[in-house]
């Protein structure tokens, strides 16, 4: 079956150190898209990607990158420059953002320890 | 002003209710608007396109007016498993890019 595919689903980080979120899809959709959400608060966009080697910020890239070298594949990394990680990481993917809206994975919850 | 702006809620309503929840957007020139709905600790998920129109899918019917910049969702005899918060989206193109804007969403609590 097709869909987007993040892990792990829990993941535990100390401080100062980098962590990578894994995103993979096979879906075959050109764009893909790393938003954070905060208890009552809504999606918030990290970064993104409309095809393979490039990729822009969005709202909130202080703290984070990403790279896009494969289509399925945006790994979001959180390095110890992003002073509050602590939050639930969603990657979504889409053919046609105005056609079909996204396909979401089911989140990375990140907590700093 | 947020790009999207909804009422948090919770609304809390009996089985069988209907309900209504609403929508605005700032952003006169958005072109495609939806509705998501996201289970507590779980990914949103497509919950229905809104079309200019209205449209409807079994007991939610979605609304547009592009005037007032509004929309709206309608759940008509509410089940307890409509419980989940719903987010409304919309898509503004700039440029190159297109990309969803999320609301923060409206929590529904459907009581037995």
């Known amino acids: 079956d097709g869909g987007i595919t993040q892990s792990p689903k829990y993941l535990f980080r100390k401080e100062g150190q980098n962590v990578t979120l894994s995103c993979e899809q096979n879906?075959?959709?050109?764009?893909m898209y790393w938003y954070r959400q905060d208890p009552g608060q809504g999606l918030r966009l990290i970064y993104y990607?409309?095809?393979?080697?490039?990729?822009q910020k969005g709202d909130i890239a202080e703290g984070y990158s990403v790279s896009r070298e494969k289509k399925e594949s945006f790994p979001l990394t959180v390095t110890s420059a992003q002073k509050n990680p602590t939050a639930f990481y969603l990657c979504?993917?889409?053919?046609?953002?105005?056609?079909?809206?996204?396909?979401f994975g089911s989140g990375t919850r990140l907590t700093v320890v | 002003r947020k790009e999207v702006e909804q009422d948090p809620g919770p609304f809390n309503v009996p089985e069988g209710a209907t309900v209504a929840f609403n929508c605005t957007y700032s952003?006169?020139?958005?072109?495609?608007f939806f509705w998501y709905r996201q289970d507590c600790r779980k990914e949103p998920k497509l919950l229905m396109s809104?079309?200019?129109s209205g449209n409807e899918d079994g007991r939610f019917t979605a609304q547009l007016n592009r005037a007032s910049q509004y929309i709206s969702l309608l759940i008509r005899d509410s089940k307890l498993s409509d419980s989940a918060t719903y987010l409304c989206?919309?898509?503004?193109?700039?440029?190159?890019?297109?990309?969803?804007?999320f609301g923060t969403g409206t929590l529904l609590a459907v009581q037995p």
């Open positions: 990607s409309q095809i393979v080697n490039d990729f």
């Open positions: 809104v079309y200019s």
């Open positions: 879906l075959n959709h050109d764009a």
């Open positions: 952003n006169s020139a958005s072109q495609s």
């Open positions: 979504a993917s889409s053919i046609n953002p105005g056609s079909y809206g996204y396909t």
């Open positions: 989206v919309v898509t503004n193109y700039g440029g190159a890019t297109n990309k969803l804007i």
